[in-house]
Structures are given as C-alpha cells and as structure tokens.
T-cell receptor, first 114, second 113 residues
Framework: DAGVTQSPTHLIKTRGQQVTLRCSPK?????VSWYQQALGQGPQFIFQ???????QRGNFPDRFSGHQFPNYSSELNVNALLLGDSALYLC?????????????FGQGTRLTVV | RKEVEQDPGPFNVPEGATVAFNCTYS??????FFWYRQDCRKEPKLLMS???SGNEDGRFTAQLNRASQYISLLIRDSKLSDSATYLC??????????????FGTGTQLKVEL
C-alpha cells in the first residue's frame, strides 16, 4: 500500500516564475492538506482540500492556490515566486478531518527559489 | 506570540539518559494533541497522541495539562536512534469543516555515545 507520494522531490526555480507541486494521498484517504516548512521552523498550514474544494486556508497570500482532483490527488501552485518561498512543501492526507484524525505526510518537495 | 511554543534545543544527551520536552499552546479551543518526530530532511511522522490522563508507549510518556495549556514528552533510556526533531502539534476542527494541525518549531534531540 503506497503511502503519500509527492513529486518532484527537488525543484529549483527563478524569482517570478510559477511552480506546480503534486501529491497523491494514501490509498483510501479523501482529504489533502498542504504545509510549508522553512528551515528551522515547524510546518505551517497552507490549505486543506476535501471533495475537490478548498475547505480551509491558512495565512498565505493568493499566490498560493491549489486543486483537488476526483481521484483525491492534489496540486499546489505558487505564482510569482519570491526568494522567501524557498522551503520544504509537505502534503498530508487523511480520511476525513476531525480533531483526532491522524495525518500522514509525504516526503515533501524541496523548492529553492534563486 | 506563537500559537505553539517549544524550546528549539538542541538537547545533547548521553545514551541511556532521560530527557523531557515541554510545549505550551495559546489557543484554548485546541482539541487534540500529538507529538510528531521528524528526522533530518524527512517528513514528520506521528510518534504518539497525548491525553489528559497521560499515556505511555514503551520508553515514551506524554502528558497534557489543559488548565495550564501545557504538553510534555518524556523519553527514558534514550537511544542513538532517538536523535531527531520532536514536533509538538495541536489540532482543532474549523468552522465550515476540516481540521488544522498547528506545529511548534520543534525541539532537536541529539543522543551521543
């Protein structure tokens, strides 16, 4: 049973460019959340998708957008990249999203903006 | 003030030592509490849930004090393989559905020979 898979694993982009990151959730999971982890910090919640809709959003600008597909996989898009967007982007999947739901994380995509 | 605060460490301890990590949270609406472990350049993985009654899993003991909004993790007889960053996590269900995990910055543990 494959866990959460993310692609690509590493990416280098130039300031101003756009990037798309991809996530396939763990089999049977229907909810996908995205997190940004800067060096030396804990992961920060970007947004959560369920039934192909953005259900919740953290404190991130509109440059960060996403999508969830009918097969529950998800994409994170970041436009007009800034140097400060350099981070590890983590996708987490779960079955539902309740207070004690366990989230499973993918290995992350390490984005470097130069 | 950050919603979840942890001492970043690093904690350098000899093998076999007992080490304790503390965490405080500011949002009294927080509903569930966890410790995650993150190895260098890897994804976070759930270590254990934290309950008010306290819970133990082998060498690991977690405790929650809702009145003080304080969470702790105790590791006994530490092993070299325990070296990692330990992330304190609080969750709450959000208006409109869904939940949000809020992470502390993590506490780095280095267990040495």
């Amino acid at each position: 049973d494959a866990g959460v898979t993310q692609s690509p694993t590493h990416l280098i982009k130039t300031r101003g460019q756009q990037v798309t990151l991809r996530c396939s959730p763990k089999s049977g999971h229907d909810t996908v959340s995205w997190y940004q982890q800067a060096l030396g910090q804990g992961p920060q919640f970007i947004f959560q998708y369920y039934e192909e809709e953005e259900r919740q959003r953290g404190n991130f600008p509109d440059r960060f957008s996403g999508h969830q597909f009918p097969n529950y996989s998800s994409e994170l898009n970041v436009n007009a990249l800034l140097l400060g967007d350099s981070a590890l982007y983590l996708c987490a999947s779960s079955l539902g999203a309740f207070e004690n739901t366990e989230a499973f994380f993918g290995q992350g995509t390490r984005l470097t903006v130069v | 003030r950050k919603e979840v605060e942890q001492d970043p460490g690093p904690f350098n301890v000899p093998e076999g030592a007992t080490v304790a990590f503390n965490c405080t949270y500011s949002n009294s609406a927080s509903q569930s509490f966890f410790w995650y472990r993150q190895d260098c350049r890897k994804e976070p993985k759930l270590l254990m849930s934290v309950y008010s009654s306290g819970n133990e899993d082998g060498r690991f003991t977690a405790q929650l004090n809702r009145a003080s909004q304080y969470i702790s993790l105790l590791i006994r007889d530490s092993k070299l393989s325990d070296s990692a960053t330990y992330l304190c996590v609080v969750t709450r269900v959000l208006t409109g559905g869904g939940n949000k995990l809020t992470f502390g910055t993590g506490t780095q543990l280095k267990v040495e020979l």
